[in-house]
């Protein structure tokens, strides 16, 4: 799902979705997670395209029925149509887990876990490398990580997602970073840190998601907390190339939650002479 649909999802906006499937590949109860938090699949139900209606569009965040329809005609229009139920179920629990800092017995039990991860690869350790890697280069794409341990992309992904798992990482609109619970077996098990000398991270309220080509635009102008997006108007936030509609209203949401707004607009021509 896109981030627009997921963000509708979330906000109650948007509670279905219409895919051609040759048969179904959700059941109902399975809870997705998904950059927004658990997205609940509610129902699945086969469905002719000819009773689909502008309500249905409407749920499901067309902006039309004709749009809708044409959607579902763009890709194998020989498929069977479904509709899938959907409901916002929460955040997602690793989010917490994350942020837990695990006492002695549960970091013995997190090492050991990570001893199993290290056995069964075929391709030998790679748990606490990775761990040191994303502690090391926070904010980095993927595929030059992956490259810096000599492993192809999709391989290193999988394990990263081995490692989210257990709350150790946390995925960024681009790259990773350790999670404080990650930082706490790397220090039990003494590994040096090249991050323990880094200068404290400015004081404010982290970016929300936002994208990789909005995140890249604000931080590329130095714009890495909501503080410093408060500081520009909502007009030279626009003008940032990567930065649509999407970012702009998680943005807005972000700051009001954070009692925050942007910049009032300059005047467009000073006030006519009296």
Do not use: C
């Not at 579902?72 to 479904?82: A, G, I, S, T």
């Amino acid at each position: 799902m896109r981030p627009a649909e997921l963000a509708a999802i979330r906000a109650g906006e948007v509670d279905v979705a219409f895919r051609r499937w040759e048969q179904p590949r959700v059941r109902v109860g399975t809870q997705m997670r998904t950059a927004v938090g658990l997205v609940e699949i509610t129902s699945v139900d086969r469905v002719p395209v000819s009773s689909l209606t502008g309500a249905d569009a409407r749920r499901a965040g067309a902006a039309s029925l004709a749009a809708l329809r044409q959607g579902l005609d763009r890709l194998h229009p020989e498929r069977p149509v479904y509709r899938i139920g959907l409901r916002y179920a929460g955040t997602d629990p690793r989010h917490t887990l994350r942020e837990a800092v695990p006492d002695t017995a549960e970091i013995d039990a997190i090492i050991a876990g990570l001893d199993r991860l290290d056995r069964a690869a075929p391709t030998g350790p790679w748990t606490r490398a990775t761990l040191l890697l994303i502690d090391e280069l926070p904010a980095i794409r993927a595929p030059d990580l992956a490259q810096r341990m000599g492993r192809d992309t999709p391989s290193f992904k999988q394990n990263v997602r081995k490692l989210k798992e257990r709350g150790l990482t946390e995925s960024l609109d681009i790259g990773y970073r350790l999670s404080p619970r990650g930082a706490a077996v790397l220090d039990h098990e003494g590994h040096p840190r090249t991050t323990r000398d880094r200068p404290a991270p400015e004081p404010g309220t982290p970016l929300p998601h936002l994208g990789a080509a909005a995140t890249r635009a604000l931080t590329t102008h130095g714009v890495v907390r909501l503080e410093q997006v408060a500081m520009l108007s909502e007009g030279e936030v626009r003008a940032l190339h990567g930065v649509g509609p999407y970012a702009l209203r998680h943005l807005r949401a972000a700051l009001d939650a954070a009692g925050l707004a942007y910049r009032a607009e300059p005047d467009a021509s000073p006030p006519a002479a009296s």
